[in-house]
């Protein structure tokens, strides 16, 4: 599959590197916002130019590589939206569980494990080593950061981040577009669009 990559900074280097070694993936190189073309992405691939340059590039499907959830997903739907096909990156050191499911556009980074009876939502970001394990439901868009483990049972809402080295402990809920700081351990509901941190998590003040 011929792929590009849309975006051009570090998590876009990533994803070039999982396109790499994935088999069956083919990374074209790079668009982003506003670039001009005939350069050359951090990741040595070509950039080809601004988002709008797509039609000219042939391609079999494209990976939104934006870390920012909200910009990510108004990228992502605007592309779906024209006819693009949202390919994943997975990393062929992810562990997936067979029954799992990983929706389109997703970037499982290395590293990550992802037990039975999960769902992972379009467009979300599983970074390097986070662990998902059974019975987790993880909403479009969402991120989750490098070291995180979440335990079974646990719900992450659409557009939530959850910072790196942080973890949930079993059938607690993370609201929608909610925040989860680094090292926060998760032992209660956080409500949609709040902010928590901690040990244990608590919302900010």
């Known amino acids: 599959m011929r792929v590009l990559i849309v975006g051009n900074g570090g998590h876009a280097l990533v994803v070039a590197d999982i396109l790499a070694c994935a088999e069956g993936m083919a990374p074209l190189g790079h668009v982003e916002k506003d670039a001009g073309s005939g350069s050359v992405a951090q990741s040595g691939l070509p950039l080809h130019g601004g988002i709008a340059s797509l039609g000219t590039v042939p391609h079999d499907a494209v990976v939104v590589a934006i870390g920012d959830n909200r910009t990510r997903m108004a990228v992502a739907d605007s592309l779906a939206d024209e006819g693009e096909v949202l390919a994943s990156a997975i990393h062929p050191s992810a562990v997936i569980a067979r029954d799992a499911v990983i929706g389109a556009g997703c970037v499982v980074c290395a590293g990550v494990v992802v037990n039975p009876g999960c769902s992972i ?32 049972g646990v719900s992450v809402g659409r557009g939530a981040f959850v910072g790196i080295g942080a973890c949930a402990i079993p059938g607690v809920t993370i609201g929608e577009w909610a925040v989860v700081g680094a090292g926060a351990a998760v032992v209660r509901d956080v409500p949609s669009g709040r902010s928590v941190v901690g040990v244990p998590a608590r919302e900010r003040t």
Do not use: E, M, Q, Y
């Not at 379009?122 to 979440?150: E, K, S």
């Open 121 to 152: 939502g379009r467009n979300v970001i599983l970074n390097t080593g986070c662990t998902v394990d059974h019975h987790c439901r993880i909403g479009d868009h969402a991120h989750i950061a490098p070291g995180v483990n979440l335990a079974g």
